[in-house]
């Protein structure tokens, strides 16, 4: 036993924490500086104001977010190493490379051209604002790209082997690492959820404005780019589901399982159960209601492959500890010296599997003597809990089918010129703000969560990738990052808040609701 | 392309590229930030000093990131050691980071003077806390950290958060502070004009000589009271990375007799102390742009004594020397630091062409006049 459970829970408990908390700005970072791209092209091609102003106006609401991202993405690269030492030494030579491109292709990127956005704007050519305005989205949307890489290799870990000299897992192919199928479909997912997310605010703040009669032209704009735009993101999220990458991978399978609630092996083609009460006990659904086929297109894309249940998975990871049982004595000898050929040759037959074997730290430290009791414990550890998995995922999903209809109305009234009379779609889009949010937090969840008892699938147990702290330094850091982040949240939300009230009057260009050049005339002109 | 142990010696030189390029970039928005509550006594004049860094603060602290994300890339034991071990000053560190872009972004957005005077004090604290620590930190990499590693590489920190805090530490943990006012308030001369730059240059005459009495106090120190450990066997420069591979002796010939045994690397203290004076020299004439490079390049010298000094050495364990972590085993695979070595040559020049282009945009005193006129555009 390497080190104590409470620091593993709280170390856990902090990373969800932060990451949860980071990832309430990130999304509308990678929505909005696309949005603000487009307005801006909108207004470099047209040349009317409205749409600078627009830009402006949207600008302010993103650099109150942006400061927010910042602040708490540094946190976690901070974090890998203050709180996951024994990960960052496991993998740093895969994770961290990835790391490292994303400061010199992303950040540097998506840091140097934020301060010209706001800035530059007397300073550079029309032209010259709109290639900063269109740098600093692709800068957020390639971090978005490195940092799932990283993810997915966590999940699906791909182009990489353990090497028993340094004992660490040590990179062989980036292309693999780069082209893992897992990390290219989290990608798409992920920024597409962020464009969902800048689309949705953008026009729930739009359709509260046309409420509430006020600066009708510039809200009508707005509203009609965010319907379009967050129309066919809320496609790419669905259509390009999370789920289609499920099926690569071990853990990915195991996570799948129990997104599904699916205990049993579903024959092909596949139901899928849209809802039903887990219970982890008696590992069997009460009162399911199934979907003939659904699970079997979701998941594999066909009718006729098998989607594997959870206890059939749990046996084959049973077989698999048996595996890094041997995996483990081997390398304990090939590390006392015995380089045999034939040590060699058992060591490299059974190391895809040492991870396996590292499961049982969590009970003994004699992992080559652990006895089937032991066994069947850590084999049982691999199937992650599945009522909180089958719940958010299934809100997740929920909130983006609502997300669609918002879209798919909003965008055909807006085509059919009668949006701004639509006021039950408009109350919708102002009361649906905060469901993006809702479903990348839960989506966040649901991959992490499931990823669990591992933090890189089927290498890496949780347990022991934590570092050698005392629940008192984890107490402390808990604490203040509680305390830091309450504060800051608050103060974002007024200033959020406060801004979203003055709307584009901020701006001080005096045209607008709530300045003496405000005409509402500009209603009939505003189409 | 290159073999094992070039590509080692590359990356090494290579993390010290960016430890400059953040003491540099970092170091003047920290002392800016250090300076704000007392250099500026309006809100004017304030707001004229935070429009010096307001475009350009974010894009330089991403050499901070980057820092982190190379040594996480390069050295991942030293990444895991020196994070988790310097455990509540890493935090501490952070939590002063957290005020700075909140300070920026969220001080003049609302014009209620006890609102922007907050923020001041937060700018304060993430422009001073910082550089202490940095300096506390590159303190203890001289002293050497009680860590060791067991049997499974596994990094334990046996020493305490007070333990960071021993005098030689805190004497460098001053010298980063004083180094940050002394270039902060060289570029803040350089960026404005009338009062402020009259202040910045008092500022400067006064930083220059007190940081140069504690660098001498400092290496006095270093030479005379602390030891240097020495590596007494090792596998090849070009062996796969295990740092418990190798057998130190705690207490070896000292640094002054290390920079004796190889003459060039004096070059480095020579260039600290030559940039420092001619920048404190310079800083009486206008314009100051030849006082900034000359800050810089002190500043460079300094960073490059100590990686100097410390070479081959990266953490030194002062509990068990056998743990001390090296540049010839504590790197990541060869592939890797390949991988890392071509991202960075096409990245690097690109970060720097337009990080220059920025500047080149933004250049331009920021004065009392510019920032009242630019109320709601400006910070």
């Known amino acids: ?421 639509k006021r039950w779609l408009m109350k919708m889009a102002v009361w649906g703000i905060p469901l993006p949010w809702i479903a990348a937090e839960t989506g966040w969840f649901v991959a992490e969560y499931g990823r669990q008892p591992w933090t890189i699938s089927g290498v890496l147990p949780t347990h022991i990738s934590v570092s050698s702290l005392s629940t008192d330094q984890l107490w402390f850091s808990i604490a203040g990052f509680v305390f830091f982040y309450t504060v800051l949240l608050v103060i974002e939300l007024y200033l959020m808040f406060k801004y979203v009230r003055l709307g584009p009057s901020s701006l001080h260009t005096g045209k607008y609701f709530f300045e003496s050049g405000y005409l509402p005339s500009t209603r009939t002109l505003a189409r | 392309m290159f073999d094992y142990e070039t590509i080692r010696i590359i990356w090494w030189a290579f993390i010290g590229l960016v430890a400059i390029g953040f003491a540099i970039t970092e170091g003047f928005d920290f002392g800016i930030g250090a300076l704000l509550p007392f250099l500026g006594r309006t809100d004017t004049e304030r707001r004229v000093i935070i429009n010096t860094v307001g475009a350009t603060w974010e894009g330089n602290q991403v050499w901070l990131v980057l820092l982190g994300g190379a040594i996480f890339a390069v050295w991942p034991p030293v990444y895991a050691t020196l994070f988790s071990g310097l455990y509540a000053a890493m935090l501490l560190v952070l939590f002063a980071l957290f005020f700075r872009p909140a300070g920026f972004d969220y001080r003049s957005k609302i014009e209620n003077p006890a609102w922007r005077n907050a923020w001041d004090w937060a700018l304060f604290i993430g422009g001073a806390v910082p550089p202490i620590l940095f300096g506390v930190l590159v303190g203890n990499l001289i002293v050497g950290i009680p860590f060791h590693l067991d049997h499974d590489l596994r990094s334990f920190y046996t020493g305490s958060f007070f333990g960071l805090l021993n005098p030689f530490a805190l004497l460098c943990g001053v010298i980063g502070l004083l180094f940050t006012l002394f270039h902060g308030a060289i570029y803040m001369k350089w960026r404005t004009e009338g009062v402020i730059h009259e202040r910045a240059s008092k500022a400067v005459a006064v930083f220059g000589p007190l940081l140069l009495v504690l660098l001498v106090l400092a290496t006095a120190w270093v030479i005379f009271g602390i030891g240097r450990p020495e590596i007494t066997a090792m596998p090849s420069t070009d062996a796969p990375s295990n740092p418990l591979n190798k057998s130190v002796l705690a207490v070896g010939g ?30 009486k004439q206008t314009p100051s742009a030849g006082a900034f490079v000359a800050s810089s390049i002190g500043v460079s010298g300094l960073l490059l004594t100590v990686g100097f000094g410390l070479f081959p050495f990266l953490l030194i364990s002062s509990t068990e020397p056998n743990s001390s972590l090296t540049l010839w085993d504590a790197t990541s695979s060869h592939m890797t630091l390949a991988l890392a070595f071509w991202i960075t040559v096409v990245f690097l020049p690109i970060v720097l062409l337009y990080t220059r282009w920025v500047y080149k945009v933004m250049w331009g005193s920021v004065t009392e006049a510019k920032v009242l006129q630019d109320t709601h555009t400006l910070y």
């Open chain 2, 254 to 283: 000292g640094w002054l007799t290390h920079f004796i045994n190889h003459p060039w690397m004096l070059s480095a203290p020579a260039l600290a102390v030559g940039g420092l004076v001619v920048a404190w020299l310079l800083a």
């Open chain 1, 1 to 421: 036993m390497i080190s104590g459970d409470d620091v593993v829970t709280l170390s856990r408990l902090q990373f969800g924490l932060t990451a949860l908390y980071h990832f309430l700005f990130v999304p509308l970072t990678l929505g909005l500086t696309f949005i603000l791209a487009i307005m801006e092209s909108v207004y470099v091609m047209t040349g009317r104001e409205v749409y600078k102003d627009m830009v402006k106006f949207w600008g302010k609401l993103f650099g109150i977010n942006f400061a927010m991202g910042v602040t708490t993405g540094l946190t976690l690269e901070f974090q890998f190493g203050t709180n996951w030492a024994y990960y960052s030494h496991y993998v740093g030579d895969i994770f961290g490379p990835l790391l490292a491109s994303e400061g010199w292709m992303a950040f540097f990127l998506e840091s140097t051209f934020v301060g010209l956005f706001f800035f530059g704007w007397d300073r550079l050519s029309k032209v010259q604002h709109l290639t900063v305005t269109w740098l600093l989205a692709l800068g957020t949307s390639l971090s978005a790209l490195w940092i799932l890489i990283a993810n997915g290799w966590m999940q699906h870990p791909v182009g990489a082997e353990f090497n028993y000299e340094t004992l660490r897992m040590e990179m062989v192919s980036f292309a693999d690492v780069f082209f893992n199928p897992v990390a290219q479909v989290k990608f798409v997912h992920t920024v597409a959820a962020g464009y969902v997310t800048g689309s949705m605010f953008v026009l729930g703040i739009s359709s509260w404005y046309l409420l509430n009669n006020r600066d009708i032209g510039f809200a009508r704009r707005s509203f009609s780019i965010a319907s379009a735009f967050g129309l066919a993101s809320v496609l790419s999220v669905i259509v390009l589901g999370d789920e289609s990458g499920y099926t690569s991978g071990e853990t990915q399978k195991m996570k799948l399982a129990a997104i599904e609630a699916e205990w049993e092996t579903e024959k092909a083609p596949a139901s899928f159960t849209l809802v039903g009460i887990p219970d982890q006990v008696e590992e069997k659904t009460h009162w399911a209601l199934k979907i003939p086929f659904a699970l079997g297109l979701i998941a594999t894309r066909s009718v006729d492959e098998d989607v594997k249940g959870l206890k059939a998975l749990r046996e084959e990871n049973a077989e698999r500890i048996r595996s890094g049982m041997v995996a483990y004595g081997e390398l304990q000898r090939l590390r006392a010296g015995d380089k045999s050929p034939e040590t060699r040759q058992r060591f490299a037959e059974h190391k895809a599997n040492l991870g396996y074997g590292l499961l049982l730290k969590k009970y003994t430290n004699e992992v080559t003597n652990a006895g089937n009791d032991l066994i069947m414990k850590a084999a049982n550890d691999t199937i992650p809990r599945v009522a909180p998995l089958f719940w958010t995922f299934r809100v997740m999903v929920l909130s983006g089918f609502t997300m669609l209809f918002i879209f798919g109305m909003a965008f055909y009234y807006c085509a059919t010129r009668v949006a701004d009379q």
